[in-house]
């Protein structure tokens, strides 16, 4: 959380520097009153890095245009595109049903757009000999009905569970692709406050299994290979594998507007799924859409 | 004359009346607090049972039904007592001790020294002392007792008993270094030695003022947050092997669900309010802390004075 804040901080300091350069290069806005025009960017939090590095380029390209982003989860930005605290909502999963149905109510006209794709890699520790796992024996490790690493071809090793905080949209993801919808995660599974404690935890302890987001996996882990059943391929969690569709564990991420996007939150959207904006994507690891 | 003692009587009575406002105020404060957390909480129990909160052994908000979600203070509350018992155990007897070296023991030269850098512990922030605890203490205790993870209540403990030293040793120093010399002294002079002295004199005079230290201790190390999300490992769960295995896992804490959940619930939904009922308890406990900790003051200051 603090981290958070942090970068908040910074992202609001670059705001500030870019809106101290362009003061006296007064630009005309068209038929605007002159202000700078503004874009609030808000959600999820595996966005929010991308998202500020969006920012920061768009900004460089658009001087007369200040965008705000900050995290919060994808629950706080859908909520915030609700109440009209937002021009552009992250998020890691799709809207809900019933999400969409209660913005018809309130007149909002909810429309989606796929901005990125992130795929969730199983890591283990780097001396652990298994290299492989289906998606069923990760259901039944993260529901606590496999303890030992013996029981999927490894030592005789008991498994410590890491997971996201339930806040956060991978920890959702993660739920509902691999557990299913309404199973409960085994009680022992530990719940760390940042990807960061996942990777530490994960490389200290010998029986530690986590997943995290394919840009956080370091040399101090050991990603698995995936197989989405016992008859397919075991897949690589790789940009190539999450682009032919092969990796089991991705999914895409969105940008939501309330109601069709127009001026500046159109040229984010326009600019952001262009080549520029996927450069971007690719650069801090996540997957570039088709 | 007279009109400048008016003025002055004037003046007292203004002054009077705003100390007591002052005074009234912390406890009208103190009961909008709990009034307001009480109003944001109750509302769950018109969506979620009051009986399952207080029974229901898992905490699992996002949980879809019918399966979920679960609200179970028991594992929280658990886990809470766990690191804070555990916090107490390790840090009293070190930090009195210290105090009471500080206080009686340690020379001049000595003192000037220690009392500074003890309480230049206190203001480490507490993320720096969580980084410190995840990265060095987890790996130490699980090479230590041959644990599966550091992650757990012990970890949790280590690091709060550090936090809570600080405030210990100083305000037990200070009631330490209150007791009158004359006691000392009426002590020797009656031929007891230095340390029958100090046990049997100085520290039984000293003690409301110790017991006030431990409680402030305990406050500190019962509300600590930061520290226990990135050390404790955060698994709700329930004891099912014993003291010493539970204490060598890692456990939930009220304050690290809070902590880790608060910013990011939807506002007035069921999470939201079973948040704030983990508030609510987490009130009721520190309340009841102080009110048993007054009352063990004021009767050991009374027979004191008998």
Not at chain 2, 214 to 242: F, H, Y
Request: neutral net charge.
């Amino acid at each position: 959380m603090r981290a958070k804040s942090i970068r908040f901080l910074a992202v609001a300091a670059t705001a500030a520097v870019v809106l101290a350069g362009c003061s006296s290069s007064k630009q005309d806005g068209g038929a605007g009153s002159g202000d700078k025009r503004t874009l609030i960017v808000k959600g999820s939090d595996t966005m929010v890095q991308l998202a500020q590095a969006w920012a920061e380029e768009f900004m460089k390209k658009h001087p007369d245009i200040m965008v705000t982003v900050t995290g919060g989860g994808s629950n706080t930005g859908i909520a915030a595109l609700m109440n009209n605290g937002t021009d552009i909502c992250n998020s890691s999963r799709a809207i809900k049903e019933e999400e969409l149905a209660s913005a018809k109510q309130k007149g909002i006209d909810v429309q989606e757009f796929v901005v990125a794709q992130d795929a969730l890699s199983v890591v283990v520790h780097p001396d652990n000999p298994i290299s492989e796992l289906t998606l069923a024996q990760l259901k039944d490790i993260y529901t606590g009905k496999i303890t030992n690493w013996s029981a999927v071809g490894g030592p005789d090793q008991r498994i410590v569970l890491n997971s996201r905080e339930t806040s956060s949209g991978t920890y959702v993801f993660f739920q509902e692709h691999v557990l299913g919808k309404g199973v409960p995660f085994a009680d022992n599974t530990m719940l760390q406050p940042a990807t960061s404690q996942i990777v530490q935890t994960v490389a200290q302890d010998k029986g530690g299994i986590g997943y995290v987001g394919l840009g956080y996996v370091t040399d101090k882990v050991k990603s698995l290979r995936l197989k989405k059943d016992d008859a397919s391929p075991a897949v690589e969690g790789t940009i190539e594998n999450v682009l032919n569709g092969a990796y089991p564990l991705a999914r895409p991420l969105y940008e939501y507007t309330a109601g069709a996007p127009s001026g500046v939150a159109q040229q984010w959207l326009d600019w952001v799924r262009g080549p520029e904006g996927q450069e971007i994507v690719k650069r801090l690891d996540f997957v570039p859409i088709k | 004359m007279k009109r400048s003692i008016r003025r002055g009587e004037r003046a007292e009575s203004v002054i009077e009346a705003a100390i007591r406002v002052s005074g009234v105020a912390s406890i009208v404060l103190v009961l909008l607090i709990f009034v307001f957390v009480l109003r944001e909480g109750l509302p769950l129990f018109r969506e979620y049972s009051f009986v399952k909160f207080l029974t229901e052994r898992g905490w699992q908000p996002t949980l879809s039904p019918p399966t979920g979600p679960w609200f179970g203070l028991l594992p929280n509350l658990w886990g809470s007592f766990l690191v804070t018992a555990g916090a107490v155990v390790l840090a009293v007897p070190l930090a009195v001790g210290a105090a009471v070296c500080l206080a009686e023991v340690a020379p001049r030269g000595l003192r000037d020294l220690l009392k500074p850098s003890i309480e230049l512990l206190a203001t480490v922030p507490s993320v720096a002392i969580g980084f410190v605890g995840a990265a060095a203490i987890n790996p130490l205790v699980k090479d230590l007792f041959n644990l599966d993870t550091g992650k757990s209540a012990l970890a949790g403990s280590i690091m709060l008993a550090f936090m809570a030293i600080p405030t210990i040793v100083t305000i037990s120093d200070d009631a330490l270094s209150a007791v009158p010399k004359t006691f000392r002294d009426g002590s020797l002079a009656l031929g007891a030695t230095k340390w029958q002295g100090i046990s049997r004199v100085v520290f039984p005079a000293a003690g409301p003022g110790i017991i006030a230290a431990i409680m402030l201790g305990i406050g500190r190390a019962i509300g600590e947050t930061m520290v226990v999300i990135m050390v404790t490992g955060n698994a709700g769960v329930l004891p099912d092997k014993g003291l010493w295995h539970a204490f060598t896992h890692s456990v939930r804490t009220i304050t690290g669900t809070i902590g880790a959940e608060a910013l990011e619930v939807g506002y007035g939904d069921a999470h939201y309010r079973a948040l704030f009922m983990l508030g609510v308890v987490l009130f009721l406990i520190t309340f009841a802390l102080n009110f048993v900790a007054d009352l063990a003051l004021n009767r050991r200051g009374r027979r004191a004075l008998q």
